[in-house]
């Protein structure tokens, strides 16, 4: 209840206040003053528009983005709204391109890895391994949407009030959209409960990759894809980094194990937000989001909501 508290009174802030801010600005100043110039010969990335201070770049795909140059009034606002809670406390690179894709000011991707590096979940988490390189694997291109989907499992983590310790974990190949469900332990019959509760929500595949567990190469979980059609097939003993949901289960791992210090032993109601914090956020391999390459466009997310100063 805090955080929507928290996230209400950022959302709903007064946007002649936050342009009265920009022009009152400093920081700014110089900005301000290269937008209202015009000189052909030079042109600038800043413009004013609509009594509203942008600044205009391009995109990867040399699309024209305006994002809104905040005043340093506002920025610690804002970087909470890209790293904390409501963005499931990403790392440093995720959390500079949530930023990126929407604000703007001098030196703000400096100030948002300052950011991240002093907050409680970074320090007491560890570095992220936004830079490590994958293992490099001959993967086939997978060209519809939820046709194959990994399952893995993560676990035993702390025990919530409902008794779950463990989190059976899938993501669709092709798009990289994830999906999660909590369960009480790891046995065939909890498994296929969770396959058909991730199903109803990304179809039946047509194929699905699980790891070596038993529990994944029972009778029971044979039966059931059997029952439906969908070929099972499982990554190397020898080289697990085949499956790239063992590489998720690692990322939601470290996000719930932030979410743990915070709200434990009730990470169970946090995994919500960790999945949309994963599923809003590009992935290295696509280039988009997991949401844009299922439905085509991007979940509006806290920060899409600031955005919308621009058109109020």
Known sequence: MKNIRKLKKLVKFDSKQFIESQHESRDLASLIKEAKTENSSKPTDFKIKEKRM??????????????????????????????????????????????????????????????????????????????????????????EVFSKINFDACGPLPSTPNGNRYLIIAIC???????????????????????????????????????????????PAIEFAEKFGIKVTRS?????????????????????????IKAAPEWERQVPAALFALRTIRHENTGFTPSESVYGRNHRTPATLLRTVDES
């Open 173 to 219: 190949l092709a798009s990289k959209y994830s999906d999660a469900v909590p369960v009480l332990k790891i046995g065939s019959t909890s498994i296929i409960e969770a396959m058909i509760q991730i199903f109803s929500r990304m179809g039946y595949p047509k194929e699905m990759q699980t790891n070596q567990g038993t529990s994944f190469k029972s009778n």
């Open 54 to 143: 942008l600044v205009k770049i391009k995109d990867t795909n040399d699309k024209e983005r305006e994002l809104i140059v905040v005043p340093e009034k506002y920025g610690d606002q804002i970087k909470s709204i890209c790293h904390d809670s409501t963005s499931g406390y990403l790392f440093i690179v995720k959390t500079k391109y949530r930023l990126g894709r929407y604000f703007y000011w001098p030196n703000c991707y400096k100030e948002i890895e300052e950011y991240v590096k002093t907050r409680d979940s970074y320090q007491r988490v560890g570095k992220s391994n936004d830079k490590t390189k994958s293992p490099l694997t001959l993967v086939p291109i997978i060209s």
């Open 236 to 260: 190397s003993v020898h080289h697990p980094q085949s499956n790239p949901v063992e590489r998720f289960h690692r990322t939601i791992k470290r996000i719930l194990k932030v979410l743990c």
